[in-house]
């Protein structure tokens, strides 16, 4: 159990998200090891987000925060546009959701907050060659935004609209 209370503490102490290979080199076993111990402590009921980036634990907000779910349609040709326009308007994108018509709910951690994030990200995907979720969907997806108000989600709301990101 030591090594698991381990990596809760490296986890509760990074400022971003680590991957299950530094985790593995940090502590000495292979990736494999962590991936089971990550499902152990999720199923102690430990809340790990595993994104594109590598495992997290989400901090504790210091100010309230403020989430709307937003129901999107677009090409994959907008995906930077549109996650642009919730950044630059002071949202976080906290993740991608699909509701595929046989196998149901897929959902992708982003854990979006800056310009360098959707760099990145566009980066990885191109770099991967890996497609979209609302690809199985023909675009239509839904993100869950954060922002520190009301009135900076309805911000976003609006600008999504005028885009016509937004379903």
Not at 50 to 66: E, H, I, Q, W
Not at 75 to 96: A, K, P, Q
Not at 144 to 156: F, G, H, K, Q, R
Request: glycine content about 8%.
């Amino acid at each position: 159990m030591e090594r698991r209370e381990k990596i809760i503490e490296i986890l509760s102490k990074s400022n971003k998200p680590l991957t299950g290979a530094w985790l593995a080199r940090f502590l000495g076993v292979s990736r494999q090891v962590i991936v089971q111990d990550i499902a152990l402590l999720r199923a102690l009921g430990q809340n790990l987000l595993a994104t594109s980036d590598g495992y997290m634990l989400p901090k504790d907000p210091v100010n309230t925060v403020y989430r709307r779910r937003f129901k999107c349609m677009h090409s994959e040709g907008n995906i930077e546009d549109e996650l642009m326009t919730i950044i630059d308007m002071g949202g976080r994108v906290l993740d991608v959701l699909v509701e595929h018509k046989v196998y149901g709910e897929f959902r992708g951690n982003l854990m979006i907050k800056s310009r360098n994030d959707i760099s990145k990200f566009i980066e990885k995907m191109s770099r991967e060659k890996a497609g979209t979720l609302s690809a199985l969907t023909g675009g239509v997806h839904l993100h869950t935004i954060e922002a520190d108000s009301e009135s900076t989600l309805d911000e976003i709301e609006k600008s999504l609209k005028e885009k016509g990101y937004l379903i």
